[in-house]
């Protein structure tokens, strides 16, 4: 009984002892794998901050409104609404024009110029598909959209 004894706590110290090298080698691992992650990354350009360049804006209530803001980056938009009363309350609608432009990612200048009244959004630009000649009906009644503007 001894013999078995003596074998058997023997067995275990080379079991803890596995272990701990086995343990061992996964944290050295686990390391080397960190260090090869955190190598030095490429250099990147922060880009320039936008400025505001210019800020127009008109308000008022259930009549009409207007702006136009203008950004150091070249981008641009103005536009201006007014509230179309109809006889029946539920045909009321805003009637709204406008354009924007701005500097794509190719270096070109694209501008849209749209409006949007009970016929729907209708942007126009020449990069802009035609449409296909359908044009959607919006399901919210102008009476619903005035009491969202304020």
């Given at each position: 009984m001894v013999i078995y004894k003596?074998?058997?706590?023997?067995?275990?110290?080379?079991?803890?002892?596995?272990?701990?090298?086995?343990?061992?080698?996964?944290?050295?691992?686990?390391?080397?794998?960190g260090f090869a992650c955190c190598r030095p990354q490429d250099r990147f350009q922060l880009a320039s901050p936008i400025y505001i360049t210019r800020y127009i804006n008109d308000f008022l209530p259930f009549q009409n409104y207007f702006y136009i803001y203008e950004q150091s980056?070249?981008?641009?938009?103005?536009?201006?609404?007014?509230?179309?009363?109809?006889?029946?309350?539920?045909?009321?609608?805003?009637?709204?024009?406008?354009?924007y432009s701005y500097v794509g990612d190719d270096g070109q200048n694209y501008n849209?110029?749209?409006?949007?009244?009970?016929?729907?959004f209708q942007p126009e630009g020449e990069h802009?598909?035609?449409?296909?000649?359908?044009?959607?009906?919006?399901?919210?009644?102008?009476?619903a959209l005035a009491s969202l503007s304020g």
């Amino acid at each position: 009984m001894v013999i078995y004894k003596g074998c058997h706590s023997s067995w275990r110290n080379i079991q803890s002892s596995n272990i701990l090298v086995n343990m061992k080698l996964v944290l050295i691992l686990a390391a080397l794998i960190g260090f090869a992650c955190c190598r030095p990354q490429d250099r990147f350009q922060l880009a320039s901050p936008i400025y505001i360049t210019r800020y127009i804006n008109d308000f008022l209530p259930f009549q009409n409104y207007f702006y136009i803001y203008e950004q150091s980056d070249g981008q641009k938009k103005e536009e201006s609404g007014s509230y179309v009363e109809e006889t029946n309350p539920d045909e009321s609608y805003f009637a709204v024009k406008g354009s924007y432009s701005y500097v794509g990612d190719d270096g070109q200048n694209y501008n849209v110029s749209y409006t949007a009244d009970k016929d729907g959004f209708q942007p126009e630009g020449e990069h802009i598909p035609p449409s296909a000649g359908v044009k959607p009906k919006l399901g919210i009644s102008g009476a619903a959209l005035a009491s969202l503007s304020g």
